[in-house]
Each structure stands twice: as C-alpha cells, then as structure tokens.
C-alpha cells in the first residue's frame, strides 16, 4: 500500500514538471493544423472535408502521441541524474521499479490527457463543421419532401462521426504508451537522451516494417540464408506497431471488431508489461 | 555487457517467439476484417517517392492519401486528366477500403473527363475525341470494379458501376447485374433493387425474369411502388401478354378483399 502511495507520488510529480516544460504549447499547433484544414477544405465536397478532416487529424494525433512519447520518456532519466533528484529519491525506501513505474505512470497520464485534449477540438471542430453542413443542406433541400430531408441528414451524418473512431484513439494511446515504455527500456542502459531519441525514432521505424519481416521470414521464402537470418531477427527482437495502425482503416470506413480491438489492446499491455519489466531488470543493476 | 544486460536481451528474444503465434492470429483477423489491404510493393514506391513510402508504412497512410487528394483537386483545376488518373491511382492504392476515393476516382475519369475529351477542340479528330471519350469511359469503370474487389461487402461502387455502365456504356445486361449484387448487400437502399429491375427489363431475353423481379417489389408495398416502376410493369405485363387475373390492378383488388 506504501509502496503505491510512493509510485502514485512520483507518477503525480513527473505529469507536474512535464506539464511545466510547457508540453501541451504543441496543442496550439494541434489546433491551428485541424482549424486551418477545415477552413481550408471549404471548396471540397462535404464527404472530403470531413474525410480530410479525419485523416489529417488522427494522422497528427498519432504523430505528437509518438513525438511525446519518445522526448518525454528519453529525457527524464539524464535529467534526474543531472539534477540529482534520482539520488535523493532513491536514498529514501523508494525500490527502483516503483522511481520507473512512477515516472512511466506519469508519462502515460500526459499521454491521456494530451490524447483526451486533441480528440475533444477534433471532435468539437468535426461537429460545428456538421452543423454547418446540415444548416446548408437543409435550406438547399427547402420545400422538399421529409424523406429526402431525412436521407440527406442521414448522409452527412454518416460521414462525420463514425463509432469506430472511438477504438481509433484508444489504439493511437496505446502506440503512444508502448513507444514510452520502449524508449524507458532504451533509457535504462543508455548513456545521453540524444541517444535513446535516436535509438527509439529507429525502433519506431523497424517496428513498422516488423509485420513485413515476420511474414517474410514465416512464409519461408526460397532466399539467401542471410536474409531470413536478419527478417527472423526483426521478428523476434522488435515489437510489431503495424499492428497498432487501425486508423487508417476505420478513416476509410471500415468497422473494428471487437475481438480485434480487444487483442489489439492487449497486445499493447503485454507489450508494456514485458518492456517495463525488463526496464526494471536492467536499471535495477545499475551504478548510479 | 553486465548479466542483466544479456538477460533482458535473451528475455526479449523468448518474448518475441513467444508472442509470434499472438501477431500472426492477429494480423489474420486483422485482415479478415479488411484492415491492412495496401499492396507495399515497388510500383507505390515509385509512385509516392522514397519520403511518401515511408511514410506510408510508418502509420501515414491517410495523412498522405488526403495530401495527394489535395493535388489531384489542384490538377482538376488546371484539367491535367492524366495526371489526376495518376494520382488517384495512387490514392486508391493508399486507402483501398475507402468508397470516397474510388467513388470520385471514377466520376472523374467516367464523366468531367470523358466530356472533356469530347470536348476537346485542340483535336479537330471526331474518331479520336470519341476513342478519347471511351478510354476515360473505360478507367471510370476500371476504378469502380478495383474498388469492389476491395470492398466487397459494401453497396455503394456497385451501384455506381452499375450507373456507368448503365449510362456510358448502355450494358443494360451488366447495369442489371451490377444493381442486383449491390441489393443483395447489407444496408442497400431499397432504389438498387429497383434501379437493376428496369435495367433488366431492357436486358434483351431477361423479359420474364425482369418482370418477375419487379412484380416482387411491386407485391413488398408502398415502399416500391413508385410511378416508374408500377407504369414498367404494366408495359410489361401487356408484352409478356400477362393473364388478366396476374396483372397488378387485380393482385390490388385481391389484396383489398
């Protein structure tokens, strides 16, 4: 029960400092990309509006989730060491896994709460945008019969908010926290930030094409020995963000199921969980 | 290289083959519910550049679908046809799942192009405007029927396929087709049903069928009993020498009683 009380203490302490680095300014760039594109998307039909709207919003969502993920994370050990604020924690009975826990536990809430914020203006931008459109369909359809009016709504309705968008950015969060809790395991035994950030944009890269050496190397392919060596070694050691990649899909209009979902995210936790882990095993041996 | 070091790396190893049957069931069902359908192969990569194409496979997919989406819309301004048959070629092959792309790829090519190319006074050829005007007709159609492959379960490009042919091609047998499979889909508008009875009518041998198929509609209620389809079927039923007693005035009359 202590020991929670410290982890909730050092997770609530790390949200704190982040949130005065003045992390969520990127919010203002955030909005001015969602705003600027729906104004700029006027001279488009309404069902390219909104699907340009949706695209380019949960693009940058993805994007600052990752971008968040990986500086926040890469820069909190050095910094600690710097400041020496990791001494004075860890003098105390603080065991380490629960400083890590702590600190990624503060990361993810950044991470929820910068997520929460974007899809509240996406949304807020996507709903007056609606309203605007139906304004003008119904006065375009004046006079005509309810049920042209009512299948009218129905379209615009249809191509504006879609229930799946929902798993959508609970996936997105879930990329976003797997990249922290890579980029923490990096940390453990990385010797500068610009290291880790280096280290962690390539995994972000290899991790998307880990779905493509997996089925490379699975398929058994008559190739040089070499190569299958290396797909089975993408496979093995680099976690498969392809599989966190549903946006793209359900912008387009395809229905998550639930299974999927659900294996998605537990994909994620799992990933997390091991990641973590090993963060532990390793930073638990230390010099300090 | 201390031992934690070398176990968390051996751990991360046994994680990963551990977790391989997770990803590949995953992946399956994934694909079973049409996610992940782009083809990544060099063809794209030409296309998009080294930039796009990573950025494409890095979770990019719709960002940069909507900024080529941007340029075809600049290129219909300037009505560089080709090049927007490029892009949309492009487009599509970035999001495969979404109707919009394919829908607008090809209305397009199958109609702003197709006039156009008819059109044209740079070319005082009629043959050669019209063989123009056909080549868009057929990329039109070309984009609507790759777009069913990938959506198969959707109504909506069939319908439109069903138009074009209807419209551009006068496949009336083909527009019939196309309409029936689009009502045989989840979600189809009652129209599409009706829509492939009056193109099978003009289908020629499929008379009966067609009568048969729209007498159904007619017998489902009010709800397709629309003046088009009630004045076919009775030009139908005079050409097909219906008996009295089966026409629809006294399938009314039996249904009153």
């Known amino acids: 029960m202590k020991l929670l009380g410290v982890t909730l203490a050092i997770a609530r ?3 704190t400092e982040l949130v005065r680095q003045k992390v969520f300014y990127f919010l203002l760039i955030f909005a001015l990309l969602v705003i600027g594109n729906s104004a700029f998307m006027a001279k488009f039909s309404f069902q390219e509006q909104f699907q340009m709207l949706k695209d380019i919003s949960l693009g940058a969502m993805s994007v600052f989730g990752s971008i968040i993920a990986i500086l926040a994370t890469a820069n909190f050990l050095p910094k600690d060491m710097e400041d020496r604020t990791i001494y004075t924690i860890l003098a ?3 065991p380490r896994f629960s400083y890590l826990l702590g600190k990624l536990c503060g990361i993810f809430s950044l991470l929820a709460v910068s997520i929460l914020l974007m899809s509240a203006l996406f949304l807020a931008v996507l709903w007056i945008r609606e309203g605007t459109v139906l304004a003008e369909t119904r006065a375009q359809l004046q006079g005509g019969s309810a049920e042209e009016i009512a299948a009218a709504v129905k379209e615009v309705t249809t191509a504006t908010f879609n229930i799946n968008l929902i798993p959508g950015i609970v996936v997105i969060f879930f990329k976003s926290a797997l990249l922290a809790a890579l980029t923490l395991f990096l940390s453990t035994f990385a010797t ?3 290291f880790t950030i280096l280290m962690a944009t390539a995994l972000y890269f290899i991790g998307h094409l880990q779905s493509t050496a997996r089925e490379y190397w699975l398929a058994g392919v008559d190739v040089q020995w070499w190569s ?3 797909a089975a070694l993408v496979s093995l050691l680099f976690p498969d963000l392809q599989a966190f990649n549903l946006t793209d899909d359900i912008i387009a209009g ?18 997390i969980s091991v990641y973590f882990s090993l963060s532990a095993l390793v930073f638990s041996g230390r010099e300090l | 290289m201390n031992w934690r070091k070398t176990s968390a790396l051996a751990l991360i190893f046994l994680f990963g083959a551990a977790i391989l049957p997770i990803q590949s069931r995953l992946d399956t069902a994934a694909r079973a519910a049409h996610f992940r359908k782009t083809a ?11 930039a796009g194409f990573l950025a494409a496979l890095s979770g990019f997919r719709s960002p940069l679908a909507a900024i080529l989406w941007i340029q075809a819309h600049t290129a219909w301004e300037n009505t560089e046809w080709g090049r927007m048959a490029g892009i949309f070629d492009t487009v599509t092959t970035l999001q495969p799942r979404s109707i919009l792309y394919w829908d607008m790829a090809a209305w397009h ?27 868009y007709f057929r990329l039109g159609r070309d984009f609507l029927e790759r777009g069913i492959i990938n959506n198969p379960d959707r109504y909506q490009l069939r319908v439109q396929l069903g138009i074009v042919l209807r419209d551009k091609f006068e496949d009336h047998c083909a527009a019939a087709d196309a309409f029936l499979k689009a009502a045989a889909l989840p979600d189809a508008p009652s129209y599409c049903a009706r829509f492939a009875g009056y193109e099978m009518a003009k289908c020629p041998g499929r008379e009966r069928e067609a009568y048969e198929h729209l007498r159904r509609l007619y017998l489902q209620g ?13 030009d139908m039923e005079k050409r097909l020498d219906i008996p009295q007693a089966e026409r629809i005035d006294s399938s009314d009359q039996s249904d009153k009683t």
Not at chain 1, 254 to 271: D, N, Q, R
Not at chain 2, 109 to 133: G, T
């Open chain 1, 13 to 15: 302490n790390t949200f």
């Open chain 2, 40 to 50: 990544f192969d060099l063809n794209l990569r030409e296309r998009i550049g080294q």
């Open chain 1, 254 to 271: 395809t229905a998550v199921p639930m299974a999927l979902f659900a294996g998605t995210v537990g994909l994620g936790i799992l990933y």
């Open chain 1, 228 to 230: 299958r060596i290396l």
């Open chain 1, 92 to 94: 105390k009975p603080v």
């Open chain 2, 222 to 234: 009010d709800s397709q009993r629309l003046p088009s389809l009630i004045n076919l079927l009775r």
């Open chain 1, 192 to 194: 500068s930030s610009i």
């Open chain 2, 109 to 135: 090519m199958a109609w702003n192009a197709a006039v156009a190319a008819m059109q044209n006074e740079k070319q005082p050829s009629e043959a050669l405007r019209i063989r123009a005007q056909r080549e």
